[in-house]
């Protein structure tokens, strides 16, 4: 996995390699490159120091390094100062196309969360610039946070140097960027996650994880931090602070899996012919938050005489429903996906107990009691 890192103006100037920005974060990825055979995760890392300008450009042009020739999975800038500004004027404009387009993951510590709050409109500044202190925090589980499993959590004290107090806001954005002196208009669903919330000392979240979704395909992911786990890792030889790093840079390579999940369920399981079965899905994150307003789901319903896709969008509880109504006897499956999650549920049809009229021809589906006819699609808000 090649990382590229700003390692340029802006860059940490600390002379201590112990509490340095960039030289901790090469311990710490040595370290687990020597340790292979322990982690869970079997990904060797290869760090990238990129001081050049119009090298770092080019990469986030292209997402692959002009002179090693390596495709990059993420670019990670450390903490300093304003890194950002010595990119270029547009930088901000290369670094949303890395993202929104090429699928390239970020990580940012400190300066380098400043530097993607300046460019990304889903997570912002609330508080910051509170000097150095070793604050509590909150963990949450979250498929990018080793320290906490699913259903857990626990408090911490980490370093903090200066980083913002960060809030978040999952949904839709448009987001707008100029390459090649054309105007990019691109509607994306940010699924963001805070991980350690500040309990004391600032105000806000200290770690936050997301990554953009268009058209219901996985783009680029990032985490942004403004506490240092790998400086904690490096100074105190702490296993735990060097996975926290590290798995910040998994995630954003999309080496660890999203946290999403589909929970489908049926009204019923056994009907007849002609008696509808309601099905219901919610589609949640990490810590059972709803995807809310969220499309496309994707609903396929296999049948005696065929299948039928149907595309279904989730409301503010992260549910989406459809009525399927059968018409012929014989055992039905519902296939749900959304971006990279799936689930799977059936019923089984018999012959009605009481006669009564049955709606003759195709397979006839009820969304939000709208009639759609086989192989037609359309979307559904109901929840």
């Not at 990825?29 to 869970?40: A, C, G, I, Q, Y």
């Not at 018999?350 to 006819?373: D, E, K, Q, R, W």
Request: proline fraction near 7%.
């Amino acid at each position: 996995m090649y990382v590229a890192t700003w390692t340029g103006p802006g860059l940490d100037t600390d002379p201590n390699p112990e509490t340095n920005c960039w030289t901790t974060s090469v311990w710490d990825v040595k370290w687990w490159n020597s340790h292979l055979d322990e982690v869970p995760v079997k990904e060797q890392i290869e760090l990238i120091p990129v001081k050049d300008i119009s090298r770092w450009r080019r990469i986030l042009y292209t997402g692959v390094d002009p002179v090693t020739g390596h495709r990059i999975d993420v670019v990670y800038v450390p903490g300093g100062w304003r890194p950002e500004e010595h990119w270029g004027s547009d930088w901000d404009d290369l670094l949303r196309w890395a993202q929104l387009h090429l699928g390239i993951g970020y990580v940012g510590i400190c300066a380098g969360a400043t530097t993607f709050i300046r460019a990304f409109p889903c997570v912002w500044s609330v508080d910051g610039l509170k000097g150095h202190a070793l604050p509590e925090v909150l963990l949450l589980p979250h498929p990018a946070n080793p320290l906490v499993q699913e259903g857990e959590s626990r408090v911490i004290r980490m370093y903090y140097a200066n980083g913002p107090g960060m809030e978040w806001k999952r949904g839709w954005y448009t987001i707008k960027y100029y390459i090649d002196k054309k105007l990019h208009k691109i509607k994306a669903y940010c699924d963001v996650q805070g991980v350690m919330k500040y309990l004391e000392h600032v105000k806000g979240w200290a770690y936050v994880a997301g990554r953009w979704i268009v058209d219901g395909v996985e783009k680029g992911r990032f985490v942004v931090m403004s506490v240092h786990p790998e400086i904690m890792g490096r100074k105190d030889k702490d296993p735990d602070m060097v996975q926290t790093f590290i798995y910040a840079i998994l995630w954003a390579a999309k080496r660890l899996p999203s946290g999403w999940k589909i929970h489908l369920t049926l009204d019923k399981t056994l009907v007849g012919v002609g008696e509808a079965v309601k099905v219901v899905l919610r589609l949640v994150n990490s810590v059972g938050a709803p995807i809310a307003d969220f499309s496309p789901i994707w609903v396929k319903v296999v049948g005696p005489e065929g299948e039928e896709e149907h595309v279904l969008k989730t409301n503010e509880e992260g549910k989406a429903t459809l009525t399927v109504v059968p018409e012929s006897e014989g055992l039905y499956r519902i296939e749900a996906s959304a971006v990279d999650v799936q689930a799977t549920g059936s019923f089984s049809v018999g012959i009605p107990p009481v006669p009564f009229p049955v709606v003759t021809g195709v397979l006839i589906a009820a969304i939000l009691g709208i009639v759609v006819t086989p192989r037609r699609v359309r979307q559904s808000s109901q929840g």
